[in-house]
């Protein structure tokens, strides 16, 4: 009888320690947490991210723009929202993240180098980001589309983009790339809408021609050479605003900058 009353006693403790515990710590996902309460201090604590604090907090259960599935944080929803500041590396921590979408902020700074490692969806479009696109990009099975245009990124964009097998559209177009596409475009087997439009890119785009492209557009840039007879079979195509030319010919239809392109 005795030891019926122990064990009575000790499950008593044992309940009363769970319930104090999860009153003290957050539902969320403790990596989770760590990662937005940085995001929040870069992106300067804005009043309009409702629910957000640097103390504690539950983002699954209170924090405007985040959305959970059990205890992990799978999208993240920012859009238009006059954010500033600049993006926290930390973000790499979101394990759980699948969309990420910041777009149409007023956000500066850098693409962090490790972007959350299970992403499948990234669209940072229309904002103040700067430098280019990290090399760890290489390294996102997952990713489906990327969108970073509207930007002010620039420079040769490195070799990125060897095992994005699963890279269905990827939006750099209206940022200030320079230099020839690197040979690992070629390496994007599952891409169907490319758009490179108004940047400075330069050279040839021939590793464009084997890829099974359903929309791409590389108007107003710098590129020369010889259409591959491939795009022929690309129902969407806008290649204008360039130093192109067909097989056999050798002057280009279209010199230099199109009228619309500034
Ligand atoms: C963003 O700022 C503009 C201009 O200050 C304002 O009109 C708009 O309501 C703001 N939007 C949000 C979501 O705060
Ligand atoms: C997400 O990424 C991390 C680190 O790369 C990995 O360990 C984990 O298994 C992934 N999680 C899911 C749900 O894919
Ligand atoms: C990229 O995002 C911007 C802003 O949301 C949007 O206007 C644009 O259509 C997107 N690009 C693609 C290819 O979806
Ligand atoms: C490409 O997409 C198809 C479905 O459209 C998918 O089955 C495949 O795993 C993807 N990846 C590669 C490398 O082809
Ligand atoms: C693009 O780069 C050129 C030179 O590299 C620079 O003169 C120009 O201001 C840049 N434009 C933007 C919008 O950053």
Request: charged content about 10%; proline content about 7%.
């Amino acid at each position: 009888m005795e030891k019926l009353y122990q064990c009575v006693y000790l499950i008593a403790i044992f309940v009363a320690a769970v319930l104090v515990a999860s009153t003290a710590e957050s539902f969320t996902d403790p990596n989770d947490l760590i990662a937005l309460q940085d995001l929040y201090k870069t992106l300067n604590q804005p009043p309009q991210l409702t629910g957000w604090r640097l103390d504690g907090g539950d983002p699954c259960l209170e924090w405007i723009g985040v959305s959970c599935i059990y205890n992990g944080v799978v999208y993240l929803n920012l859009r238009g929202l006059n954010l500033t500041g600049y993006i926290s590396p930390k973000i790499r921590y979101l394990y759980n993240l699948q969309l990420f979408d910041i777009s149409s902020n007023t956000i500066g700074g850098e693409i962090p180098h490790v972007l959350p490692p299970n992403a499948t969806d990234i669209n940072m479009a229309y904002n103040y980001l700067s430098h280019n696109i990290p090399p760890s990009l290489h390294g996102m099975k997952s990713l489906r589309h990327l969108n970073l245009s509207h930007n002010l990124l620039s420079g040769p964009i490195g070799n990125v983009f060897t095992g994005l097998q699963n890279l269905r559209e990827m939006d750099l177009s209206y940022n200030n790339f320079t230099g020839d596409l690197p040979s690992s475009f070629e390496s994007l087997t599952n891409l169907t809408g490319l758009y490179l439009q108004n940047n400075r890119f330069t050279g040839s785009v021939s590793y464009l021609a084997e890829l099974p492209l359903i929309d791409l557009n590389i108007e107003c840039n710098y590129f020369s050479g010889i259409i591959p007879r491939h795009f022929q079979s690309i129902p969407n195509l806008w290649i204008g605003g360039n130093s192109l030319h067909l097989p056999g010919h050798n002057h280009p239809p279209h010199s230099g900058k199109a009228g619309k392109c500034h």
